[in-house]
């Protein structure tokens, strides 16, 4: 498959055919996504919950997300890789911005970078995209980094005024340069909106069936998220309870010595060492 390049989602946006993004975490994760042939793989700092088991995205450090968007850049070829900057990477002023950006690219093999931030972010975008040169994404409505402050996990944009700050921001990120915007957990009406006014392609995730592409969280998708699952995920599959049962079948085979089998999982010395060994 040919690598996917901005180019090649601009034409995909274009001709209207729904964009394909999916999360990864790891190495097994990105080859998953790699075979299924998706557009975008993002290494989402979902992983702070769903791969390292925090409470929140909150936790999780540049180091981190860097390590894991490394592990993903080895098993991804084709698709295009996003990675998300973490809280606190680009909060404090435009060179934190730019800087883990730059980061993120050389160290975190990222072709692109995701910030969860509107329009009070637009001047950081700008130094990123336009400054830096890396393209990067917008991510407004339900931004998990800063649940804390809108009260929980809670969708966005349900009051008019809600909504018309939503609009707001997606033409603010798209002035600044983001070459997607990712709207999570608001009204399908207001993504719908949303995705008229902007001539770049959104991406949604809880937001609906009239963005120009989806996102999901892997393990949510896949069962392999056992604390809660969100009402606007389908389950694809269910592999946690297949992956327990799989090491519960395997203790249960050491406990009655069925595994290893001799033979098939051993290894043996040549017929004659094996005779002089056993004198
Ligand atoms: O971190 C993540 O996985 C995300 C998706 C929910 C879009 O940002
Ligand atoms: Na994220």
Not at 151 to 170: E, I, M, P, S, Y
Not at 229 to 236: D, Q
Not at 242 to 256: F, G, P
Request: aromatic share 6%; proline share 4%; glycine share 10%.
């Amino acid at each position: 498959r040919p690598k996917v390049t901005i180019r090649t989602i601009q034409k995909l946006y274009a001709e209207g055919k729904p964009l394909a993004m999916m999360t990864a975490y790891d190495y097994p994760t990105a080859v998953a996504c790699e075979r299924a042939g998706v557009d975008m793989v993002l290494v989402g700092d979902s992983l702070a919950m769903v791969a390292l088991g925090h409470e929140d995205t909150s936790q999780v450090t540049m180091d981190e997300m860097i390590h894991h968007s490394r592990a993903v850049a080895r098993g991804t070829r084709s698709a295009f890789l996003v990675t998300d900057l973490p809280f606190g990477a680009y909060h404090a002023d435009e060179a934190a911005a730019v800087n883990n950006a730059i980061r993120m690219v050389k160290e975190g093999r990222a072709e692109a970078v995701k910030l969860e931030a509107g329009r009070r972010a637009a001047a950081k975008f700008d130094a990123i995209v336009n400054g830096a040169g890396i393209p990067a994404v917008g991510h407004i409505g339900l931004t998990p980094q800063t649940a804390v402050a809108l009260g929980g996990f809670r969708v966005q944009g349900k009051t008019v005024g809600g909504a018309q700050a939503l609009v707001d921001d997606a033409l603010a990120l798209q002035s600044a340069g983001c070459f997607a915007v990712l709207l999570e957990a608001m009204p399908s009406l207001v993504a719908e909106t949303i995705t008229r006014l902007l001539s770049v392609p959104t991406i949604g995730i809880g937001a609906g069936a009239a963005t120009s592409g989806q996102v999901l969280v892997l393990s949510d998708m896949v069962g392999l998220f056992d604390r809660f699952t969100p009402k606007f995920c389908r389950g694809f599959a269910d592999l946690g309870p297949r992956m327990a049962s799989a090491v519960a079948d395997y203790k249960l085979a050491v406990r009655a010595r069925e595994f290893p089998a001799e033979g098939t999982h051993t290894y043996a010395m040549s017929a004659a060492a094996e005779d002089k060994w056993r004198t």
